[in-house]
């Protein structure tokens, strides 16, 4: 069974940027409809970046053109590049991972069957 290890979330001001990572504990891993989840306190969590095996992409509407969903093929590691961020991007960070591309975006969090330990990212105005 393979775990995800999320990294990189921190504090910083609005108009700044991170970059957050998700690794998986196996090296010979591959990935499948891979996502990034974000929980603020009292709200659900929601789906922010999609990135399927074929590259494809979908955003949600309160990051688009901000967010940046990547995997890096050398070193097989997922990650989230966040630009510009607000307050309102403040949450508890988590990357996910389906068992196939199979319906990726339509996928529900109960379907990922990998999940990183999240990672909290703090926006101060």
């Known amino acids: 069974q393979v775990q995800l290890v999320a990294s990189g979330g921190g504090s910083v001001q609005a108009g700044g940027s991170l970059r957050l990572s998700c690794a998986p504990s196996?090296?010979?891993?591959?990935?499948?409809?891979m996502v990034w989840f974000r929980q603020a306190p009292g709200n659900e969590r929601e789906r922010v970046a999609t990135?399927?095996?074929?590259?494809?992409?979908r955003y949600a509407d309160s990051v688009k053109g901000r967010f940046t969903i990547t995997k890096d093929n050398a070193n097989n590691t997922l990650y989230l590049q966040m630009n510009s961020l607000k307050p309102e991007d403040t949450a508890l960070y988590y990357c996910a991972a389906a068992r196939s591309d199979f319906s990726c975006i339509l996928l529900s969090r109960n379907d990922f069957a990998y999940w990183g330990q999240g990672t909290q990212v703090t926006v101060s105005s």
């Open positions: 196996r090296p010979t891993y591959r990935w499948h409809c």
């Open positions: 990135l399927r095996s074929d590259g494809t992409t």
